[in-house]
């Protein structure tokens, strides 16, 4: 269980909806960019709802044995170890697939029989066959935008899952976001939600990613915390987003005149 709150800012009715899948045994994908708040949304209903939570942090190496378990030696005897997925499943946790599109091809048919009406998870290597808990959950994320046509899960895999997609929060919103992560002022908080909403309509640089909300909270963070501002910004906001000199350069200068 999650001890303390999360700090989390509704903006789109989703605790409603999470809530509302959990009743009714509903898988939900979360979409949207990096630092939008997806997994501190996950952690915060875990909370809400006081259920375990647990993560698995998927890139192209996951595999399902790494979700469903293994044959392990202990002494002089091979044992089974369940893995998280199964683990879940069996305790009723709210299990956590983060960035799923990256996970391998296995993993998506290993949680295929969970997503549906059987919610029960087959165990190939025990003959087995589990049926998940009652308070079992499963939810995933990913970022549509990135690696476009590359890392995108299949319409037949999207279709079992309810969808929310989350954004960057509106000006209002992201201010009260900063002050309350790092204790900046307000002024400095509107400050640094001008500079990531200005370079998130620069689609001219051609950046792989935008501002997140995260960035622009390290930001804040640096700031508070003394750091100068205009340094605080190359380091946190600038530096994470691009290699290119004359990039980095053009950053640099647009946000020395707003901070």
């Known amino acids: 269980m999650i001890a303390i709150a999360p700090y989390y800012l509704e903006t789109q009715k989703e605790s409603e909806v999470f809530q509302h899948a959990f009743k009714n045994k509903l898988p939900l994908l979360i979409k949207g960019p990096t630092g939008t708040g997806k997994s501190r949304f996950v952690a ?3 909370h809400e709802l006081d259920k375990a939570l647990i993560t698995i942090s998927c890139h192209e190496e996951t595999s399902s044995t790494d979700l469903i378990g293994r044959f392990i030696i202990k002494g002089a005897e091979t044992v089974w170890q369940d893995g998280p997925l199964t683990t879940a499943v069996k305790e009723g946790a709210l299990l956590y697939l983060d960035e799923v599109a990256e996970a391998r091809p296995d993993v998506i048919v290993a949680i295929h029989s969970l997503t549906d009406h059987r919610r029960e998870l087959f165990i190939d290597k025990l003959g087995l066959t589990i049926k998940a808990h009652e308070d079992f959950m499963l939810v995933a994320s990913f970022n549509p935008g990135y690696q476009k046509g590359f890392k995108e899960l299949k319409p037949s895999t999207r279709q079992r899952f309810l969808a929310i997609s989350f954004e960057y929060p509106d000006a209002k919103k992201e201010i009260e976001i900063l ?37 622009l909270v390290d930001a804040a963070k640096l700031i508070e915390s003394g750091l100068p501002k205009r340094l605080s910004v190359n380091v946190a906001v600038v530096q994470p987003l691009s290699d290119d000199a004359d990039t980095i350069q053009a950053l640099n200068d647009l946000a020395g005149l707003m901070i």
């Open 44 to 46: 915060y209903m875990a």
């Open 179 to 215: 002050m309350n992560e790092s204790g900046i002022n307000k002024d400095d908080a509107k400050k640094l939600v001008a500079i990531g909403q200005k370079i998130r309509n620069l689609t001219e640089l051609g950046l792989a990613e935008t501002v997140s909300t995260r960035l």
